[in-house]
């Protein structure tokens, strides 16, 4: 009897993990050879755990558009083709629902990107730009405020974008009038390291997870739109325009102020406190690591650097202002972001959990409720098929050319580039996104002669952990010397 139930009970688990090992087999799909060997376990574990570069390794592993693989316990359809990519997320709609940015308005229920999306059009974008040089002028500010007079000042400028991001969500997201190079021991910079030790597993970083910090920022957005509608605080942020949705106003448009304060609240402060929560999750590193690989590129290419100069000395420059409509002309920088964004996309993996089975496109081929779908953009941008010479940094392959548009230098279509995402479930935030890149970007090179520490160069580690944020390991090293430019303005 003693003997038969540990039979019983191996035999049990035995029997269900050989079934979930089986799914693709079962279902049809191409699918990875998996068993219960102790190779087979640990890699299905790596990519649970330790998932970009394990994700990255089973997308080289074939060559079929799809393939099922095993995340620990979890079956996973990854697909291996952008334009059944681009089709599957476009044409999907209601199948991979994300209810997470869903609100409800009577009995119905509503897409809330939608809604928000016009919170970062031009216009709105136009009259927050104040308070995004602000930002930029903080952080070259605190950097020039380090420098000893003459020696050149060294930094950990992976840290100081970090800050810089943090400090734009502060006062754009949260609404606060607040320098974060000052307050270290704020709430938002205190987040910075908070957020080093998330949970680094697909599916448990998938549960809600609530820390004191969500409670003590829910204490930070009340205190905020309490100021906007009970004292009439009317300032140009994000934030302004959550709260006029909030009350059922309008976010397109021009209008700034609460037009009449309504009592049904379309989102309480719990759930705009969610919302800016989660706007901080999806653009506080996404933003850190685009600016700080983009230096890492471009200062080991004096070239690259000379022709941004010459980009940006076209811009005015009124007492060190920049002027929000000259940012669309600057086309190299904009060429620059796209190849950072393309060899480190800092979201490198786009998941969707299927919510009502769904037949793929031009397949036999269906997709069970409650199974996982990948699209590894990471992968897809260092692949030689898409782009030439893949781990180049070479931003003049998305040069569009007057008779060609559409095409990329080496000749690879440039909609294979995904790094903001794909079709309807594009990022929301990329024009605001862009913006203060570019800000962080044009001041830095601007106010600093910037050179890269050579033997960290030779030794730098690209690290997605705590996954999926993608930042180097021990930072990036760069020694500042001001030009003397803009001397009016900051001294
Ligand atoms: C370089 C910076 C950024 C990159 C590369 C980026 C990239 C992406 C990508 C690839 C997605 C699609 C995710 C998916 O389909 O599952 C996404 C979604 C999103 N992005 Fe961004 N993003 C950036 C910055 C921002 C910023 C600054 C904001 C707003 C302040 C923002 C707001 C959002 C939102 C709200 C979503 C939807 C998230 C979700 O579905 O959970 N992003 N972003």
Same mark, same amino acid.
């Given at each position: 009897m003693w003997l038969l139930l540990p039979i019983l009970l191996y035999s049990a688990v035995f029997l269900s993990v050989r079934h979930i090992y089986s799914h693709w087999r079962r279902r049809g799909f191409p699918s990875e050879k998996a068993g219960i060997t102790w190779s087979f376990l640990q890699k299905a574990y790596r990519r649970e755990f330790r998932h970009v570069e394990a994700i990255c390794e089973a997308y080289q592993s074939? /060559?079929?558009r799809l393939l099922g693989i095993y995340c620990f316990f979890r079956p996973v359809l990854l697909v291996r083709n952008v334009e059944l990519a681009q089709t599957i997320l476009q044409q999907s709609n209601g199948h991979f629902?994300?209810? /997470?940015w869903e609100y409800v308005a009577g009995y119905r229920r509503f897409n809330l990107l939608e809604k928000l999306? &016009?919170?970062?059009g031009t216009k709105r974008l136009s009259e927050m730009f104040g308070q995004v040089q602000k930002v930029g002028d903080h952080l070259i500010r605190h950097l020039l405020d380090r420098q000893i007079q003459g020696c050149p000042l060294e930094v950990d400028l992976q840290q100081k974008l970090r800050v810089y991001s943090v400090n734009i969500i502060a006062n754009l997201i949260y609404g606060l009038d607040i320098n974060n190079f000052e307050h270290e021991d704020h709430i938002l910079t205190s987040y910075l390291s908070h957020n080093q030790?998330?949970?680094?597993?697909f599916t448990l970083g998938r549960l809600p997870q609530k820390s004191s910090y969500t409670y003590r920022l829910r204490d930070l957005i009340k205190q905020s739109v309490e100021l906007r509608e009970d004292h009439g605080l009317i300032r140009k942020d994000i934030l302004q325009l959550l709260v006029r949705f909030r009350n059922?106003?309008? #976010? %397109?448009? !021009?209008k700034w102020q609460l037009? &009449?304060?309504?009592? !049904? /609240?379309?989102? %309480?402060i719990k759930r705009l406190a969610k919302v800016a929560e989660d706007l901080l999750k999806v653009s506080l590193d996404a933003v850190a690591s685009t600016v700080t690989f983009t230096l890492l590129e471009i200062l080991q290419e004096p070239l690259i650097v000379e022709k941004l100069r010459a980009e940006i000395k076209e811009l005015s420059n009124e007492n060190g202002q920049l002027k929000?409509?000259?940012?669309?002309?600057l086309r190299y920088m904009d060429m620059c972001l796209k190849e950072t964004l393309r060899k480190?996309?800092?979201?490198?993996i786009i998941e969707r959990v299927c919510r009502k089975s769904y037949s793929l496109p031009n397949s036999k081929f269906t997709i069970d409720e409650g199974k996982t779908l990948m699209v590894p953009l990471l992968a897809m941008h260092r692949d030689e098929k898409y782009f030439?010479?893949?781990m180049k940094y070479k931003?003049?392959?998305?040069?569009?050319?007057a008779n060609d548009v559409?095409?990329?230098? !080496? /000749?690879?279509?440039?909609? #294979?580039?995904?790094g903001f995402g794909i079709?309807?479930?594009?990022?929301?935030g990329q024009n605001f996104a862009k913006l203060v890149i570019k800000v962080a970007l044009i001041k830095l090179l601007q106010n600093f002669h910037l050179e890269l520490d050579a033997n960290q160069v030779k030794t730098l580690e690209v690290s997605h952990r705590p996954a999926p944020f993608i930042h180097t390991k021990d930072g990036l090293k760069v020694k500042l010397k001001r030009r003397e430019i803009n001397t009016k303005f900051y001294s």
């Amino acid at each position: 009897m003693w003997l038969l139930l540990p039979i019983l009970l191996y035999s049990a688990v035995f029997l269900s993990v050989r079934h979930i090992y089986s799914h693709w087999r079962r279902r049809g799909f191409p699918s990875e050879k998996a068993g219960i060997t102790w190779s087979f376990l640990q890699k299905a574990y790596r990519r649970e755990f330790r998932h970009v570069e394990a994700i990255c390794e089973a997308y080289q592993s074939g /060559k079929d558009r799809l393939l099922g693989i095993y995340c620990f316990f979890r079956p996973v359809l990854l697909v291996r083709n952008v334009e059944l990519a681009q089709t599957i997320l476009q044409q999907s709609n209601g199948h991979f629902n994300e209810l /997470k940015w869903e609100y409800v308005a009577g009995y119905r229920r509503f897409n809330l990107l939608e809604k928000l999306a &016009p919170m970062f059009g031009t216009k709105r974008l136009s009259e927050m730009f104040g308070q995004v040089q602000k930002v930029g002028d903080h952080l070259i500010r605190h950097l020039l405020d380090r420098q000893i007079q003459g020696c050149p000042l060294e930094v950990d400028l992976q840290q100081k974008l970090r800050v810089y991001s943090v400090n734009i969500i502060a006062n754009l997201i949260y609404g606060l009038d607040i320098n974060n190079f000052e307050h270290e021991d704020h709430i938002l910079t205190s987040y910075l390291s908070h957020n080093q030790a998330s949970i680094q597993s697909f599916t448990l970083g998938r549960l809600p997870q609530k820390s004191s910090y969500t409670y003590r920022l829910r204490d930070l957005i009340k205190q905020s739109v309490e100021l906007r509608e009970d004292h009439g605080l009317i300032r140009k942020d994000i934030l302004q325009l959550l709260v006029r949705f909030r009350n059922g106003n309008e #976010v %397109s448009g !021009d209008k700034w102020q609460l037009e &009449p304060i309504n009592a !049904d /609240k379309l989102l %309480s402060i719990k759930r705009l406190a969610k919302v800016a929560e989660d706007l901080l999750k999806v653009s506080l590193d996404a933003v850190a690591s685009t600016v700080t690989f983009t230096l890492l590129e471009i200062l080991q290419e004096p070239l690259i650097v000379e022709k941004l100069r010459a980009e940006i000395k076209e811009l005015s420059n009124e007492n060190g202002q920049l002027k929000f409509e000259e940012l669309n002309g600057l086309r190299y920088m904009d060429m620059c972001l796209k190849e950072t964004l393309r060899k480190y996309p800092p979201l490198p993996i786009i998941e969707r959990v299927c919510r009502k089975s769904y037949s793929l496109p031009n397949s036999k081929f269906t997709i069970d409720e409650g199974k996982t779908l990948m699209v590894p953009l990471l992968a897809m941008h260092r692949d030689e098929k898409y782009f030439s010479e893949p781990m180049k940094y070479k931003p003049l392959r998305f040069l569009q050319t007057a008779n060609d548009v559409g095409q990329c230098e !080496d /000749k690879t279509k440039s909609n #294979v580039f995904i790094g903001f995402g794909i079709g309807g479930s594009q990022c929301v935030g990329q024009n605001f996104a862009k913006l203060v890149i570019k800000v962080a970007l044009i001041k830095l090179l601007q106010n600093f002669h910037l050179e890269l520490d050579a033997n960290q160069v030779k030794t730098l580690e690209v690290s997605h952990r705590p996954a999926p944020f993608i930042h180097t390991k021990d930072g990036l090293k760069v020694k500042l010397k001001r030009r003397e430019i803009n001397t009016k303005f900051y001294s």
